[in-house]
């Protein structure tokens, strides 16, 4: 157990993928460290496959981006969550709003 809080204490895990860790903790006999590389569980931190994913969200959402721009703050929500779809949610969530803030205003 300390070594999954360890790994959510240092950026490896967020809350969402520790909830997965945990389980399959629970479910064997593996360590946190274990789970995460046989699961491929790690975060994305990457700042560039960040951006990345960001730029093809922005490109596809037109619409989404146009409603933001225009004082729908939902809309900045629905983009986020495009994002973090699209990394199948292992993108670092505060690193995806502030890269896709950056790239709106």
């Not at 903790?25 to 960040?50: F, H, K, N, P, Y």
């Not at 037109?62 to 969550?81: H, I, P, S, W």
Request: charged share 30%.
């Amino acid at each position: 157990m300390a070594g999954l809080v360890k790994k959510i204490a240092d950026g490896t895990l967020s809350g969402k993928l520790a909830k997965k860790a945990f389980e399959a903790m629970w479910e064997s006999d593996l360590s946190a460290e274990e789970i995460i590389a046989r699961d491929g569980l790690q975060q994305v931190t990457d700042t560039g496959a960040i951006e990345k994913m960001v730029e093809e969200v922005l490109s596809a959402n037109a619409k989404t981006v146009e409603e933001y721009r225009a004082g729908k703050e939902k809309a900045f929500n629905a983009l986020v969550g495009q994002v973090m779809k699209a990394s199948r949610g292992k993108a670092n969530p505060q690193q995806v709003q502030e890269i896709l803030k950056a790239k709106l205003d």
